[in-house]
């Protein structure tokens, strides 16, 4: 028997604006990475952040901050998805391009 997650956990918590990828993010992350990160970002998923820097993701949620996750590609590139304050971009991009 599997148990269905519970569907407020697949409701989108923000609209993301529009997407952007850095050369590098594109050049090193696959499209499917991209994509499911980008899937997870904007569920609320924030990824590899530490607990202090998720509560901060929340909060920001409802005050109007920007959002910052952190995931890493299978083969262990790390790269960053952050959503600016106002919800008018959402970048994907690798460390060295912050």
């Known amino acids: 028997m599997s148990i269905e997650p519970d569907p407020k ?3 989108p918590k923000f609209a993301p604006g ?3 990828a850095t050369r590098n993010a594109v050049q090193s992350v696959s499209i499917d990475d991209i ?3 980008l899937h ?7 990824g590899d952040l530490c607990e202090e820097d ?3 993701n929340e909060d920001a949620l409802a005050s109007g901050g920007r959002l910052l996750s952190v995931y890493h590609t ?8 952050i959503t600016e ?3 008018s971009v959402t970048t994907v991009l ?3 391009d912050y």
């Not at 997870?40 to 924030?46: E, P, Q």
């Not at 299978?74 to 998805?81: L, R, T």
């Open 9 to 11: 956990d697949r409701v």
């Open 18 to 20: 529009q997407l952007m």
């Open 35 to 37: 994509l499911y990160a």
């Open 40 to 46: 997870r970002h904007i569920l609320g998923d924030w």
């Open 54 to 56: 998720w509560k901060l």
């Open 74 to 81: 299978a083969s262990g590139v790390k790269f960053y998805v």
């Open 85 to 87: 304050w106002d919800r």
């Open 94 to 96: 690798l460390p060295e």
